[in-house]
């Protein structure tokens, strides 16, 4: 199994900044954020659903997608993909 594994990509501080697309990407299997990807985790697997719709993903929570939110409701909008 090939990981693609990215930590603390912060893409709310990066302007324009997205990830490799096509022939770009590395060869993987699974893509793994480990935490920091954006705040407010629902964004952040919409973002990835966007982005990485034919691969399996596992996204870790770091701090910053819980800043300035109740973790519990985050975390419940996160599961159901919603971006409200």
């Keep these: 199994m090939r990981l693609w594994v990215l930590s603390d990509l912060h893409v709310e501080l990066t302007r324009g900044w997205d990830l490799p697309?096509?022939?770009?990407?590395?060869?993987?299997?699974?893509l793994v954020i480990a935490g920091d990807l954006i705040p407010r985790m629902e964004?952040?697997?919409t973002w990835l659903?966007?982005?990485?719709?034919d691969r399996p993903v596992i996204y870790v929570?770091?701090?910053?997608?819980?800043?300035?939110t109740d973790i519990d409701r985050t975390v419940e909008k996160a599961a159901f993909g919603s971006a409200t």
Excluded: K, T
Excluded at 21 to 30: E, H, K, T
Excluded at 49 to 53: A, G, K, S
Excluded at 61 to 68: D, I, M, Q, V
């Design 21 to 30: 697309a096509g022939d770009a990407r590395p060869q993987f299997d699974v």
């Design 43 to 45: 964004r952040g697997v």
């Design 49 to 53: 659903l966007e982005r990485v719709p």
């Design 61 to 68: 929570a770091g701090n910053h997608e819980f800043y300035g």
